[in-house]
């Protein structure tokens, strides 16, 4: 009878392995394929171990990473960057730019991510501070402060992705979700806010911990039907209807969801807040403060100037940055918005980062030309 059971068991958890590979590969490419290696077992380029902004890469990692649409090997540097060796001193000016998983350069070859490409049609180094892992403006505040200052430069480049940073930055997200990554928020009121972490230190894994990821880390890179399982715990049936645990209020408007359009004012400030901190922190280098649209950005845009970005407008007006908006930027060059993203993922692929990179080129070459250093002081 056990016996019995075991075969029946084991047919049954096969046939569940097959239907979710179909599952990602041809229906919910959303979710990432198994790599069906060792390769990122004990994977340590994504770490929470920096004690300021949390998530980081630990140094000299690789990643492979792997979708039905790409592939991609991933690297970070002696410094924890996913970028070639750098050295904090340098005798030229250097541009740095910080930003969330669009920066890093998810699902592209390092040569064909903005940073390169800047790096390669300005003639001067562009370091990439860029990172996944839920990075939200008050991570990239304190990156810069704590870390990127720490390497000689001259312009700072900030990508802000609309969709999801108002979300990292939550701290009422945080508390939805079954999570003890450490990362920080802001409590209080505009201007008297406070650092807030949920959780006090950096996790320090017992033996028994690393063994149970490393577990965890080889089911996800053999087991397709363990990715879905993951994936499907983010949402819960309403109406027999797959929809996420949680949703901010303000999705449920005409704008869809676009926070180029729908921001509730508690969360401007907060990001208001730490863009003008970062802006402060740099003193007197040039800070290119971009937003990077995402398909229902685009979906809903008018032609006239979103309140977002009139925010963020006059607020690099009042703080001496420039800023720049993609979205009007790209429909301008005839772009159709779907070729610059990947099929199966909604992340810039190589055409993206291309045009994104082709915009603002000249904001950098101007940043540069007027930068201190270009100008003797």
């Given amino acids: 009878m056990l016996k019995r059971f075991l075969i029946f068991l084991f047919m049954l958890i096969a046939m569940l392995e097959v239907a979710s590979y179909f599952y990602i590969k041809y229906i919910n490419t959303n979710i990432q394929m198994p790599s069906y ?19 980081w890469h630990h140094p000299s990692s690789t990643y492979l990473h792997k979708k039905p649409c790409f592939t991609a090997q991933y690297a970070s540097n002696a410094f924890g960057m996913r970028d070639k060796e750098r050295t ?9 730019i910080l930003g969330d998983s669009f920066i890093e350069g998810w699902g592209n070859r390092s040569e064909d991510r903005l940073s390169n490409l800047l790096e390669a049609s300005t003639g ?3 370091l990439n501070f860029g990172t996944s892992g839920g990075f939200g403006t008050i991570q990239e505040w304190l990156q810069y402060k704590h870390m990127v200052k720490q390497f000689r430069h001259d312009v700072v480049l900030l990508g802000i992705l609309p969709r999801n940073d108002f979300e990292d930055n939550s701290l009422d997200f945080y508390y939805t979700q079954d999570t003890d ?12 806010y406070k650092l807030f972490y949920p959780v006090k230190k950096l996790p320090q894994p017992t033996k028994v911990q690393a063994l149970a990821k490393s577990f965890k880390l080889t089911l996800l890179e053999w ?3 363990y990715r879905v399982a993951i994936y499907l715990n983010d949402f819960k049936i309403e109406n027999m209807k797959l929809v996420p645990r949680w949703t901010p209020e303000n999705t449920n408007d005409p704008s869809g969801g676009s926070m180029y359009y729908s921001v509730p004012e508690n969360e401007w400030n907060i990001m208001r807040y730490s863009l003008e901190q970062l802006v402060a922190e740099a003193g007197n280098r ?3 403060l971009f937003t990077i649209p995402a398909y229902q950005d685009f979906e809903h845009y008018d032609g006239k100037e979103p309140p977002l970005a009139r925010k963020l407008r006059e607020l690099a007006g009042r703080t001496g940055a420039t800023y720049v908006d993609l979205m009007p930027a790209m429909l301008a060059r005839g772009v159709k918005y779907p070729d610059l993203y990947f099929s199966c993922d909604k992340h810039w692929n190589a055409f993206g980062n291309a045009v994104a ?12 030309q007027s930068s201190p250093a270009a100008r003797g002081n």
Avoid: M
Wanted: negative net charge.
């Fill in 37 to 55: 290696s060792l390769v990122n077992v004990n994977s340590k380029f994504w770490t929470f171990s920096d004690e300021h902004f949390g998530v």
């Fill in 88 to 96: 904090k001193d340098a005798d030229q000016p250097r541009v740095v």
């Fill in 124 to 126: 001067k180094e562009v």
């Fill in 181 to 192: 990554d450490y990362r920080p928020y802001l409590v209080g009121d505009y201007p008297d």
């Fill in 223 to 225: 087991s397709c039907l």
């Fill in 286 to 288: 040039k800070v290119i």
């Fill in 357 to 368: 990179a082709d915009i603002l080129e000249p904001y950098v070459r101007d940043a540069l």
